[in-house]
């Protein structure tokens, strides 16, 4: 499917752009583009992944990730049934979700590209995405966000009153589009069109992969046994004091009042909470402060548990961040020829054109015609769906109606063809058979209901 989709963006671009004389815009912005997905992206996305991929080789190495996906594993096995429990995948992608839940975008994307190449080691047919893989990516275009911090702070910069009144509204539309991301991509890999065709059917090199992987459905595969020593006594007593410092830490966050009594008792003082929190009721306090110490903690506490397990710290953080850039040199052309199409759909006034012609008959279904521009561009690019929301919270206000069902919207999407081109781009995915469509009916879903809810709770 993503075949035809980046032909028609491109056919779709020039074709519209030569009628709207805007070819000279498209084949500047098409070069621009090209340069920006190396070099802000992913070579950026380089150091980002050396330090998460080395912490998540630290976390494996000292048995986290396998104790993690062991407490989720009734969960996980009803989603990804072809996964063996007790596969690397399962806890790269428990480790995944975690952090896309709590809003840690550094974090969440290295961790899913580790996830995809883990999947990939399952995989019988190179170069198609899996069923797992499809869901997989369903979650991840429709992970459910605790706090969308992002549109939070937008609404709070342009001054709104209550920034945080999105966030029972963004958790809803998020809750309602993981729902139907996943139903869909398991309905979807079950149709004649997307069904996966039976093993005796290949040739060639596909079965001879398929001949190396064959039966790990019926029974699990062989992967590394980790066992390292158990964490002593002693070092029992540090992980609990190391834990109670980051208490404080949170209760100073999120509740600086308790905080000040507490220190006071002692003759000693707290810092002020940042800005952001004040003001804040005690249950957004709450989630700000977690998504503020999250990061902090797992680079500090992967480490340490390593090193009480006897692990060696430095060498086996290294030994993770080395795959870093091979991953990144995997995705740079799938990055690439994704973000040239939809930058040249993007010039050539496509978007506006659509946003001119199914406004008026959108507004009428009690749809506000001033976010189609922001839905319809949301897919596609991140930077660009930024800038359209800015500019509509400062055009119709921070805290109209309109503006609120836009952040709920931001808070609760995801460009879909972004995190295809990155994910599947790092395990050299060229069929995607199902993952696009769910993608978009998850981001489609999280639409509507961010229109209904917010009209609903908001209105």
Known sequence: MLNYIWLAFLLIAVIVGGFSGTLPALTKGAFETAELA????????????????????????AGLVQLIARALAPIMRRL????????????????NMAANMLGLGNAATPLGLRAMADLETLNRRPGVATNAMCTFLAINTASIQLVPTTAIGLLAIAGSTNPTAIVPTAFLATTCALTCGVLSAKLMEKLPIFRLSPLGEMTGADREKDESTASHVATPVEVERIAPPPVTPLGKGVLILFSLCFVAMFVMLAFPAIASTTAATFGMQVPAPPADLEGKPAIIRSLLAISILAVPFLLSFFPLYAALRGVKVYEQFVEGAREAFSVAQRIVPFLVAMLVSI??????????????????????????????PLVLMRPLSGSATQGIFVELINRVGPDSLTSRIAATVYGSTETTFYVLAVYFGAVAIRQTRHAVAAGLIADSTAVVASVVICRAVLG
């Open 38 to 61: 190396v070099m802000k992206i992913a070579l950026p996305l380089v150091g980002i992944m050396a330090i998460w991929l080395g912490i998540m080789r630290l976390a494996e190495r």
């Open 80 to 95: 990804f049934p072809e996964v063996p429990p007790n596969h690397p995948a399962m806890g790269s992608m428990v480790m």
């Open 343 to 372: 930058s040249m759909l993007r010039q050539a006034g496509v978007i506006d054109a659509m946003t001119r012609w199914l406004g008026p008959a959108l507004a009428k279904v009690g749809f506000p015609a001033d976010l189609l």
